[in-house]
Each structure stands twice: as C-alpha cells, then as structure tokens.
C-alpha cells in the first residue's frame, strides 16, 4: 500500500499581496450574491460527535456540499459569481446590484448581449458553469480530460453546454479552452486556475468559493463552537485551498486555526513544490490518474499558491485509498452522527484525520498535525456521489 507522505510548510514567506482578496468583506459579497438566487440554501454543517470521540478528538465538523444548489457539488459557487462579477465589469456596474433576478432579465440580456464562457474540467466545475450560464442565457463550452466519465459528461450536457472529452490531461484541457475563447468573439475563459495575465476570473472564483467557509464559520458560532484548531481542505490546482485558508487566516488574524492542504498523490504540486522549500512553483505531468478526479490538476493556480505558502502548516500527498477510506466512514457513520454522502474528490481530509489518529505507522504525522482531545476539527466534503456508480463501488465492494 502507498504511503501518505506529508511536510511541514518551510517556504519563504512573502509580502502576502493576495491574502486581502479573500478579506471578510469580500467573501460577504459573494455570499449576498449566492443569496440572491432563489436555488440558494445553506448547506449542512455535520458535526460528528461519536466520530470524534472514536477518533480521540474534541469535535469533528464536515460541510457537506452535495446539497449545493441541487449540483452535488460546491463549485458553482465559484463560476456563478465570476460570471456575474465579468458581466458587472462589462456593463460599469458592482456586482453587488446584479443579483440573480436582474442577471437573469430581458433587460441585463439586451444590455449586455451573449457571450461564451469557455473552461476545462474534471466534472463538477463545469457543471456549475454550465448551470450559471444556462441560468443567465448564456453559452458554455466545456473540455474534459480523458478518463472522464460519461455520467459526469451528461450531466454537464443536462445543462445545455457544448461537451467534449479530450484525449489529454486536465491540464492541456485548460490551455486548449483557453485557445478557443481567444479565438471566438465574446468567448471568456472561466477557470479558477491562475497564470501571469490570467488572474481576475480565477479571484472572483475563489471569492465565491468563500461563500463555503464563511457559511461554516457562521454554521459554528451558531452552534456555540469557538473557532477550528484545524482546518483541512484538499486541493487540486489549489484555487479552493487558497479561498479557505485565505478567508481563516483573515477571519482570525491573531491566532488562526492550523491549516492542512491534502492532495491526490498522482497530482501533489503543491507537496512537490512545498518539499524543496524554495516557495518557487512545480508542475506534475502526465496523465495524472486518481480516483479523486476534481483534484487530478498538476499546475497550481499562482494566487492561491501565495496565500498557501504564508498561511498552510502541513502539505500532505494523500493516495487513492485515503479518499475511499474517508467516503466509507462518512458514509456509514456511528450511531447517531449524521450521514455524509461524500465523493472521491470530497472525503480525503476524512480519510487522513482518521489514519492519522489510529495508525501507529503515522505517530509522526499526528504529532506534526498537533492533533488531540483537544482538537476541534472542520474538514470541507466538496462534493456527494458524481459518479453513482464508483461511489457504490467503493461503499460496497
């Protein structure tokens, strides 16, 4: 069996120019604009108090986004207001007057015209920008990389988008939508990965994404919890991870919770670039196969990348069977603690907490993560079942 391999975080730190764009008032904004939407509901905050006694902890919180606008998934959160923040710049608007039932009018049509939002994907941030684009009578083209499912691919279709699966990697799916919305009049490129000149749509997209940690921060004073000692978020080009850690990191700027990034191992750039603590970037190539297909990204978004290197404790390089580990105890849980329906890109964090606590062979990494009885654990399952069919291969094998 591979091993989990992890470091602790001794990049350089930097003049942490982008950690203002994940500032409270900025997240708020997003928020207000997810409210907007007549789809909107927050979603549940689990809190899984037998799990955490099993474990040896204090409290164990999971955010469960499979019930995210009917998506199974978090990331429209992300493409829906990048969307609205582009067609609020177009026209000389804020964003903040351009709620869901004026995006979605006559009038704002006749105003501001049809565009194409092109982007790649691994699954569910194409779904969610093909929802938000249909939702606004927009167009959408989405690229996926090979490996991808058909389940996945229908239900991007579903949503009215023009779908292909490319015979290349995630990576090379990006650069090629790219190419396309370059080349096509009123084509935008919406991707929450960031490169030199690209930096604007990938921003409003991790604000977005706060919506997510600022909903959970609120779910946990609502329930009279102070705040996590420990953050876990997985990442895939890092976009999520950097909204998350960014927004705690301002949220508690005196004594922040311990961040923890976790990464599919066939895709760790973030590890691979944390472990020659340069702070300079590194890429993974190949066709990066992973069960965890939302994390399967091998070039890290650059913004995000910044606030990772001045705000993450530990980067872990988790392999497959972490992520199957963490959907089987999330989707059985003990008695008494709520069910999370989580999939392969949503459970790893579960998976890690847990081998970490239980496994001897990993003592080192549990010290290292500073976890204990004293630990009060929020853990993000970004996705539910977006593929059925792997999920219950997975449960019930």
Known sequence: MEKIKWTANEMPKTDDQYLTLMSKEAIEKALAFHRSFPQYNQTPLAELKNMAEHLGLKDFFVKDESYRFGLNAFKVLGGSFAMANYIAEKLGKDVADLTYDVLTSDKLRNEFGQATFFTATDGNHGRGVAWAANKLGQKAVVLMPKGSTQTR????????????????????????????????????????????????IPTWIMQGYGTMALEASQQLKEADKERPTH???????????????????????????????????????????????????????????????????????????????????????????????????????????????SGESGAVAMGLVATAMQDPDYKELRDALELDENSTVLMFSTEGDTDPDNYKKILWR
Request: charged fraction near 25%.
């Open 153 to 200: 691919k229908e239900n991007i279709e579903k949503e009215g988008a023009k779908v292909t699966i490319e015979e290349v990697n995630y990576d090379e799916c990006v650069r090629m939508a790219n190419k396309m919305a370059e080349e096509t009049e009123n084509g935008v490129m919406v991707q929450d990965t960031a490169w030199d000149g690209y930096e604007k």
């Open 231 to 341: 953050v876990f978020v997985q990442a895939g080009v890092g976009s999520l991870a950097g909204a998350v850690v960014g927004y705690f990191a301002n949220l508690y700027p005196d004594n922040p919770p311990k961040m923890i990034v976790v990464e599919a191992q066939a895709a760790d750039c973030l590890y691979k670039s944390a472990i020659e603590k340069d702070g300079k970037i590194r890429f993974v190539e190949g066709d990066l196969q992973t069960i965890m297909a939302g994390l399967a990204c091998g070039e890290p978004n650059t913004i995000s990348f910044d606030i990772l290197e001045n705000h993450t404790s530990v980067f872990v390089s988790a392999p497959d069977w972490v992520s199957e580990k963490g959907m089987r105890m999330l989707g059985a849980p003990l008695k008494g603690d709520p069910q999370v329906i």
